[in-house]
């Protein structure tokens, strides 16, 4: 039978046969009233003339009477017995396709149950679908290929994203250890530029060390505008949250490029709104990076005039707080078919601003997707010949009173020259530097000289257990990757060892990535310095430096 029989059909059926039997019914009745009228009809003509009539005759006659009635009842039984068989015959009919109405109804609904669950994901559903020759059966069974099909290219896509991941990893890792070694040289090279900057020059030689610097500075940006992008296309970049001071952010940014700005004759400032937050909680190295790149570029395509960075409170809710940074110029100007591209990946506005300005390209990519991971959007509003203003939000918290478990706010380090040697004087302290490289451990000892401390020193994280062991040091500046014990060992040990007082250790790593931060905070680590270092960098971390506590007193 047609699976396709629909019930409405079986009612329909069924009231045909109820209006057939009420047919044959009325059609037997009234043959049974005709049939009683004939045999009346005849009986009184018998009567008319059984006076006329002989016996024989009379016995004829009833005979054939007789004869005439049992053949009509045994019309009426024909008909009736057929109209019953025929009644039965629908009934059992109409019975049947109900039933096999819902058998069919059951392997819909197990067709759409099964559907369902392939739908969202459990592809094992897929067996229980009904099997049959029939119209569900194919379609079960088409399904059913469709769904092999199905996981057969998600099972392929699956593979390409883990061997995706993989590759990026691997390539993650591999920028990873090319920053690293690149770092490494660089940051003798650099350390040794800034130690013959405090020596006396002619004219020509500074000319030649400003050349130095500014080469390896901008093969410096380079390693850390491709490391960061890698780690963001990678998802690693995590976004911090310290407390800092949202002034020693922009105005630590401001001093680094002042410089810059007075070679140009470019006047060089901030403009931060009452209303904004002195303290907030927050990735501040993250916020200036997004800063530095802004100015940088200001500066960078500015001839004259000013660049000047405003920051404004856009609402608060809830202790979170919506900043606006705007970084103005009164530059070329962008074009506004240009726009669009600024924010791509290795884009530069023009092929030949890359010779005359530099860059990767990588700088406003790197600080869109910042911008994302901290809950903002970042916009450009130019004209060419006017100047730009580069604009972007963060959200982040304004600093409670109440709150005891963020750190103070950095401390803001002077960079005099003549105040270098006082240092030595107000923190007389011992220190020990570890370092397996041997021009970083000379280039770290000229900076502490002129710093007024002579350091001892260790060559791996062996032999800082045993130095550690034999003398009480306040500071350990300690590299983290180094033969027979690494960083991260050598000062656990350390630390476990020391039974009356802790000293403050700072990492000191071409490793710059989020994952060597944490890890080196795990091991006790209490500061961190990336290199290459600078003689500022050292001094930071002397001066957030404080008398130990006991272990008794913790």
């Known amino acids: 039978m047609n699976s396709r029989f629909k019930p409405v059909h079986q009612f329909a059926l069924m009231a045909l046969v109820v209006v057939l039997v009420v047919i044959e019914l009325v059609i037997v009745a009234f043959q049974n009233r005709a049939a009683v009228q004939v ?51 629908s009934v059992g009919v109409l019975v049947f396709q109900m039933r096999y109405s819902h058998l069919l109804i059951a392997r819909l609904r197990q067709l759409a149950v099964g559907m369902r669950g392939v739908a969202s994901g459990k592809f094992a559903d897929v067996e229980t679908l009904p099997e049959g020759d029939d119209e569900i059966g194919m379609l079960s069974e088409s399904f059913k290929k469709m769904t092999n099909q199905l996981q057969s290219q998600i099972a392929t896509i699956d593979q390409e994203r883990k061997n995706a991941e993989s590759a990026n990893r691997l390539k993650s890792q591999f920028l990873a250890n090319m920053s690293h070694e690149i770092r490494t040289p660089m940051n003798s090279y650099l350390g040794i530029l800034q130690l013959l900057e405090e020596t006396p020059l002619s004219e020509e030689q500074q000319n030649y060390l400003n050349v130095m610097r500014k080469s390896s500075q901008s093969l410096l940006v380079l390693i850390d505008d491709i490391l960061d992008f890698s780690k963001i296309e990678a998802n690693r970049i995590t976004i911090q949250e310290e407390l800092f001071a949202l002034s020693d952010c922009t105005q630590s940014t401001l001093t680094m490029f002042q410089p810059q700005a007075d070679k140009k004759g470019l006047v060089l400032k901030s403009d931060i709104q009452e209303q904004v937050p002195k303290l907030l909680v927050g990735d501040a190295e993250r916020l200036r990076q997004i800063i530095t790149n802004l100015i940088g570029n200001a500066i960078k395509f500015t001839s004259q005039g000013e660049v000047v960075l405003h920051v404004f409170n856009r609402g608060e809710m809830g202790g979170d707080v919506t900043l606006e940074f705007q970084v103005r110029d009164t530059g070329i100007g962008i074009a506004p078919d240009d726009i669009d591209r600024l924010f791509q990946p290795f884009m530069q506005i023009d092929a030949s601003s890359t010779r005359e300005y530099g860059g990767t390209g ?86 502490f000289k002129k710093m007024g401390y002579d350091v001892d020193e260790a060559v791996n994280g062996l032999e800082a257990v045993k130095q550690s062991q034999l003398n009480a040091y306040d500071i350990i500046f300690m590299d983290l990757q180094m033969p027979f014990k690494n960083g991260f060992e050598a000062s656990a040990e350390i630390l476990e060892n020391c039974k009356e007082i802790q000293p403050y250790i700072v990492a000191v790593t071409a490793n710059v990535t989020e994952e060597d931060r944490n890890r080196s905070r795990r091991a006790g680590m209490t500061g961190f310095i990336a290199k290459p270092f600078s003689l500022a960098d050292l001094r930071l971390e002397i001066e957030k430096w404080s008398p130990p506590k006991t272990i008794d007193n913790q």
């Open 362 to 447: 990588l700088g406003l990519s790197i600080c869109s997707r910042l911008v994302a991971l901290m809950g903002g959007r970042i916009w450009v509003e130019s004209k060419v010949g006017e100047g730009s203003a580069f604009c972007f939000t963060i959200v982040t918290q304004y600093f409670h009173r109440v709150q005891k478990d963020k750190k103070d706010p950095p401390v803001e380090v002077l960079q005099g020259r003549g105040r270098l040697d006082d240092l030595a004087k107000r923190k007389p302290l011992n220190i020990l530097l570890v370092e397996d490289n041997t021009e970083n451990r000379l280039v770290a000892r000229q900076m």
């Open 39 to 89: 045999i009346l009809q005849e009986q009184n003509e018998l009567l008319s003339v059984q006076n006329k009539l002989t016996d024989l005759e009379l016995e004829t006659l009833h005979i054939q009477g007789e004869r005439l009635l049992a053949q009509h009842q045994s019309s009426v039984v024909w008909f009736a017995g057929t109209l019953g068989l025929a009644f039965i015959f």
